[in-house]
């Protein structure tokens, strides 16, 4: 068998295209997506891109989930801080930094998530995003 007779191994092409969005994601992609995403999981920030960027329907779900995020860490710190109060509550007291380190981990990983193109659904909360 000759040199020629051998198959050649392609070097390996440079993947230009980005990844395709998820399901059911027919929208236009903005310009500032990325930021967009960041803001959508930084507390009251999510409002930014829920009400500028409308067209982009993935935004706006991140968005949402990110609102709905923030609800549920405020309602959860109201909640232990007023057992908190209690007589019995010094040792639900403890457990208020773990809330606050927890909610920053969901917050850090579903912006990570969005910024490559997916979504980190929670469970028990993102199914409300559609209802929102």
Request: with cysteine.
């Amino acid at each position: 068998m000759s040199d020629q007779d051998t198959p050649q191994a392609e070097a390996p092409q440079e993947q230009t295209e980005m990844p395709p969005p998820p399901p059911g994601s027919d929208s236009t992609e903005s310009a500032n997506r990325g930021v967009m995403i960041i803001l959508s999981y930084l507390w009251i920030l999510a409002l930014i891109p829920l009400l500028l960027e409308k067209d982009d329907k993935e935004v706006q779900w991140h968005a949402k989930n990110g609102l709905l995020l923030t609800m549920a860490e405020v309602i959860l710190q109201l909640l232990f801080n007023a057992i908190a109060v209690t007589g019995i509550g010094c040792v639900f007291a403890i457990f208020i930094p773990f809330i606050f380190i927890g909610f920053t981990v969901i917050r850090v990983i579903a912006i990570v998530k969005g910024l490559n193109g997916q979504r980190f659904v929670i469970p028990g909360l993102s199914q409300y995003v559609d209802k929102f």
